[in-house]
């Protein structure tokens, strides 16, 4: 089962940030939190992962809250290319289980 | 970031037959392998873990002598789904852990169309 909550879909205007948040409330001190996007009939996409500080890599940030029961994946400067399903993974050992995700659209 | 080769990309096949999916990581040895299965508008569902030279593990639910998985090399996991129906048509996902720390890199997928 998975273990975060994520929003079902969430819209974007393009150019603007995207911030898709997920709450992991039964996170447990040495898990991870593992951001991954799904673009329509392809394999998921790594895209940024954190244990307790923020991330920032080309393609995204993360904000991990300070007692790390939720987080914040930010895509600076959403493209219709960043249309997808984003999904939010807590692990520790490598056996990553997929919740429902995000459906982010980003309009025109 | 690290490259996932799965093939094929997309199969047909009679209802009955085998169908072999491989899944290989291209420039990097991934000890531990992983398949997905994934009907439309559903989430990625583990299907089991597959180590290199062990078996693999199968998540509950999920029929072994169907669903067979072997793991020969630290770069090529095979999934072969067995006589398979038409209730096996899907959309199959294998991933490899990656050189940084628990990183899952994904192939591209593989649509298996049962008729």
């Known amino acids: 089962d998975a273990k975060t909550t994520q929003p079902p879909s969430m819209d974007c205007a393009e150019g603007r940030a995207a911030n898709l948040p997920c709450n992991h409330s039964?996170?447990?001190?040495?898990?991870?939190v593992y951001w991954y996007r799904q673009i329509h009939s392809q394999g998921p996409q790594y895209i940024i992962h954190g244990l307790k500080n923020n991330e920032t890599n080309e393609m995204a940030s993360l904000i991990i809250t300070e007692d790390r029961k939720s987080s914040t994946l930010i895509l600076p400067h959403a493209t219709l290319r960043d249309t997808a399903v984003y999904y939010c993974?807590?692990?520790?050992?490598?056996?990553?289980?997929f919740g429902a995700g995000t459906r982010l659209t980003v309009k025109p | 970031g690290a490259v996932v080769s799965q093939h094929p990309s997309w199969v047909i096949c009679k209802s009955g037959t085998s169908v072999k999916i491989e899944c290989r990581s291209l420039?990097?040895?991934?000890?531990?392998m992983f398949w997905y299965r994934q009907f439309p508008k559903q989430s990625l569902m583990l299907m089991a873990t597959s180590n290199e030279g062990s078996k693999a593990t199968y998540e509950q639910g999920v029929e072994k002598d169907k669903f067979l998985i072997n793991h020969a090399s630290l770069t090529l996991s095979t999934l072969t789904v067995t006589s398979a129906h038409p209730e096996d048509s899907s959309f199959y996902i294998c991933s490899a852990g990656g050189r940084a720390l628990n990183i899952q890199y994904f192939g591209a997928g593989t649509r298996l169309s049962v008729l």
């Open positions: 993974i807590v692990d520790n050992n490598n056996d990553m289980r």
């Open positions: 420039d990097f040895q991934a000890t531990t």
């Open positions: 039964t996170i447990s001190g040495n898990e991870y």
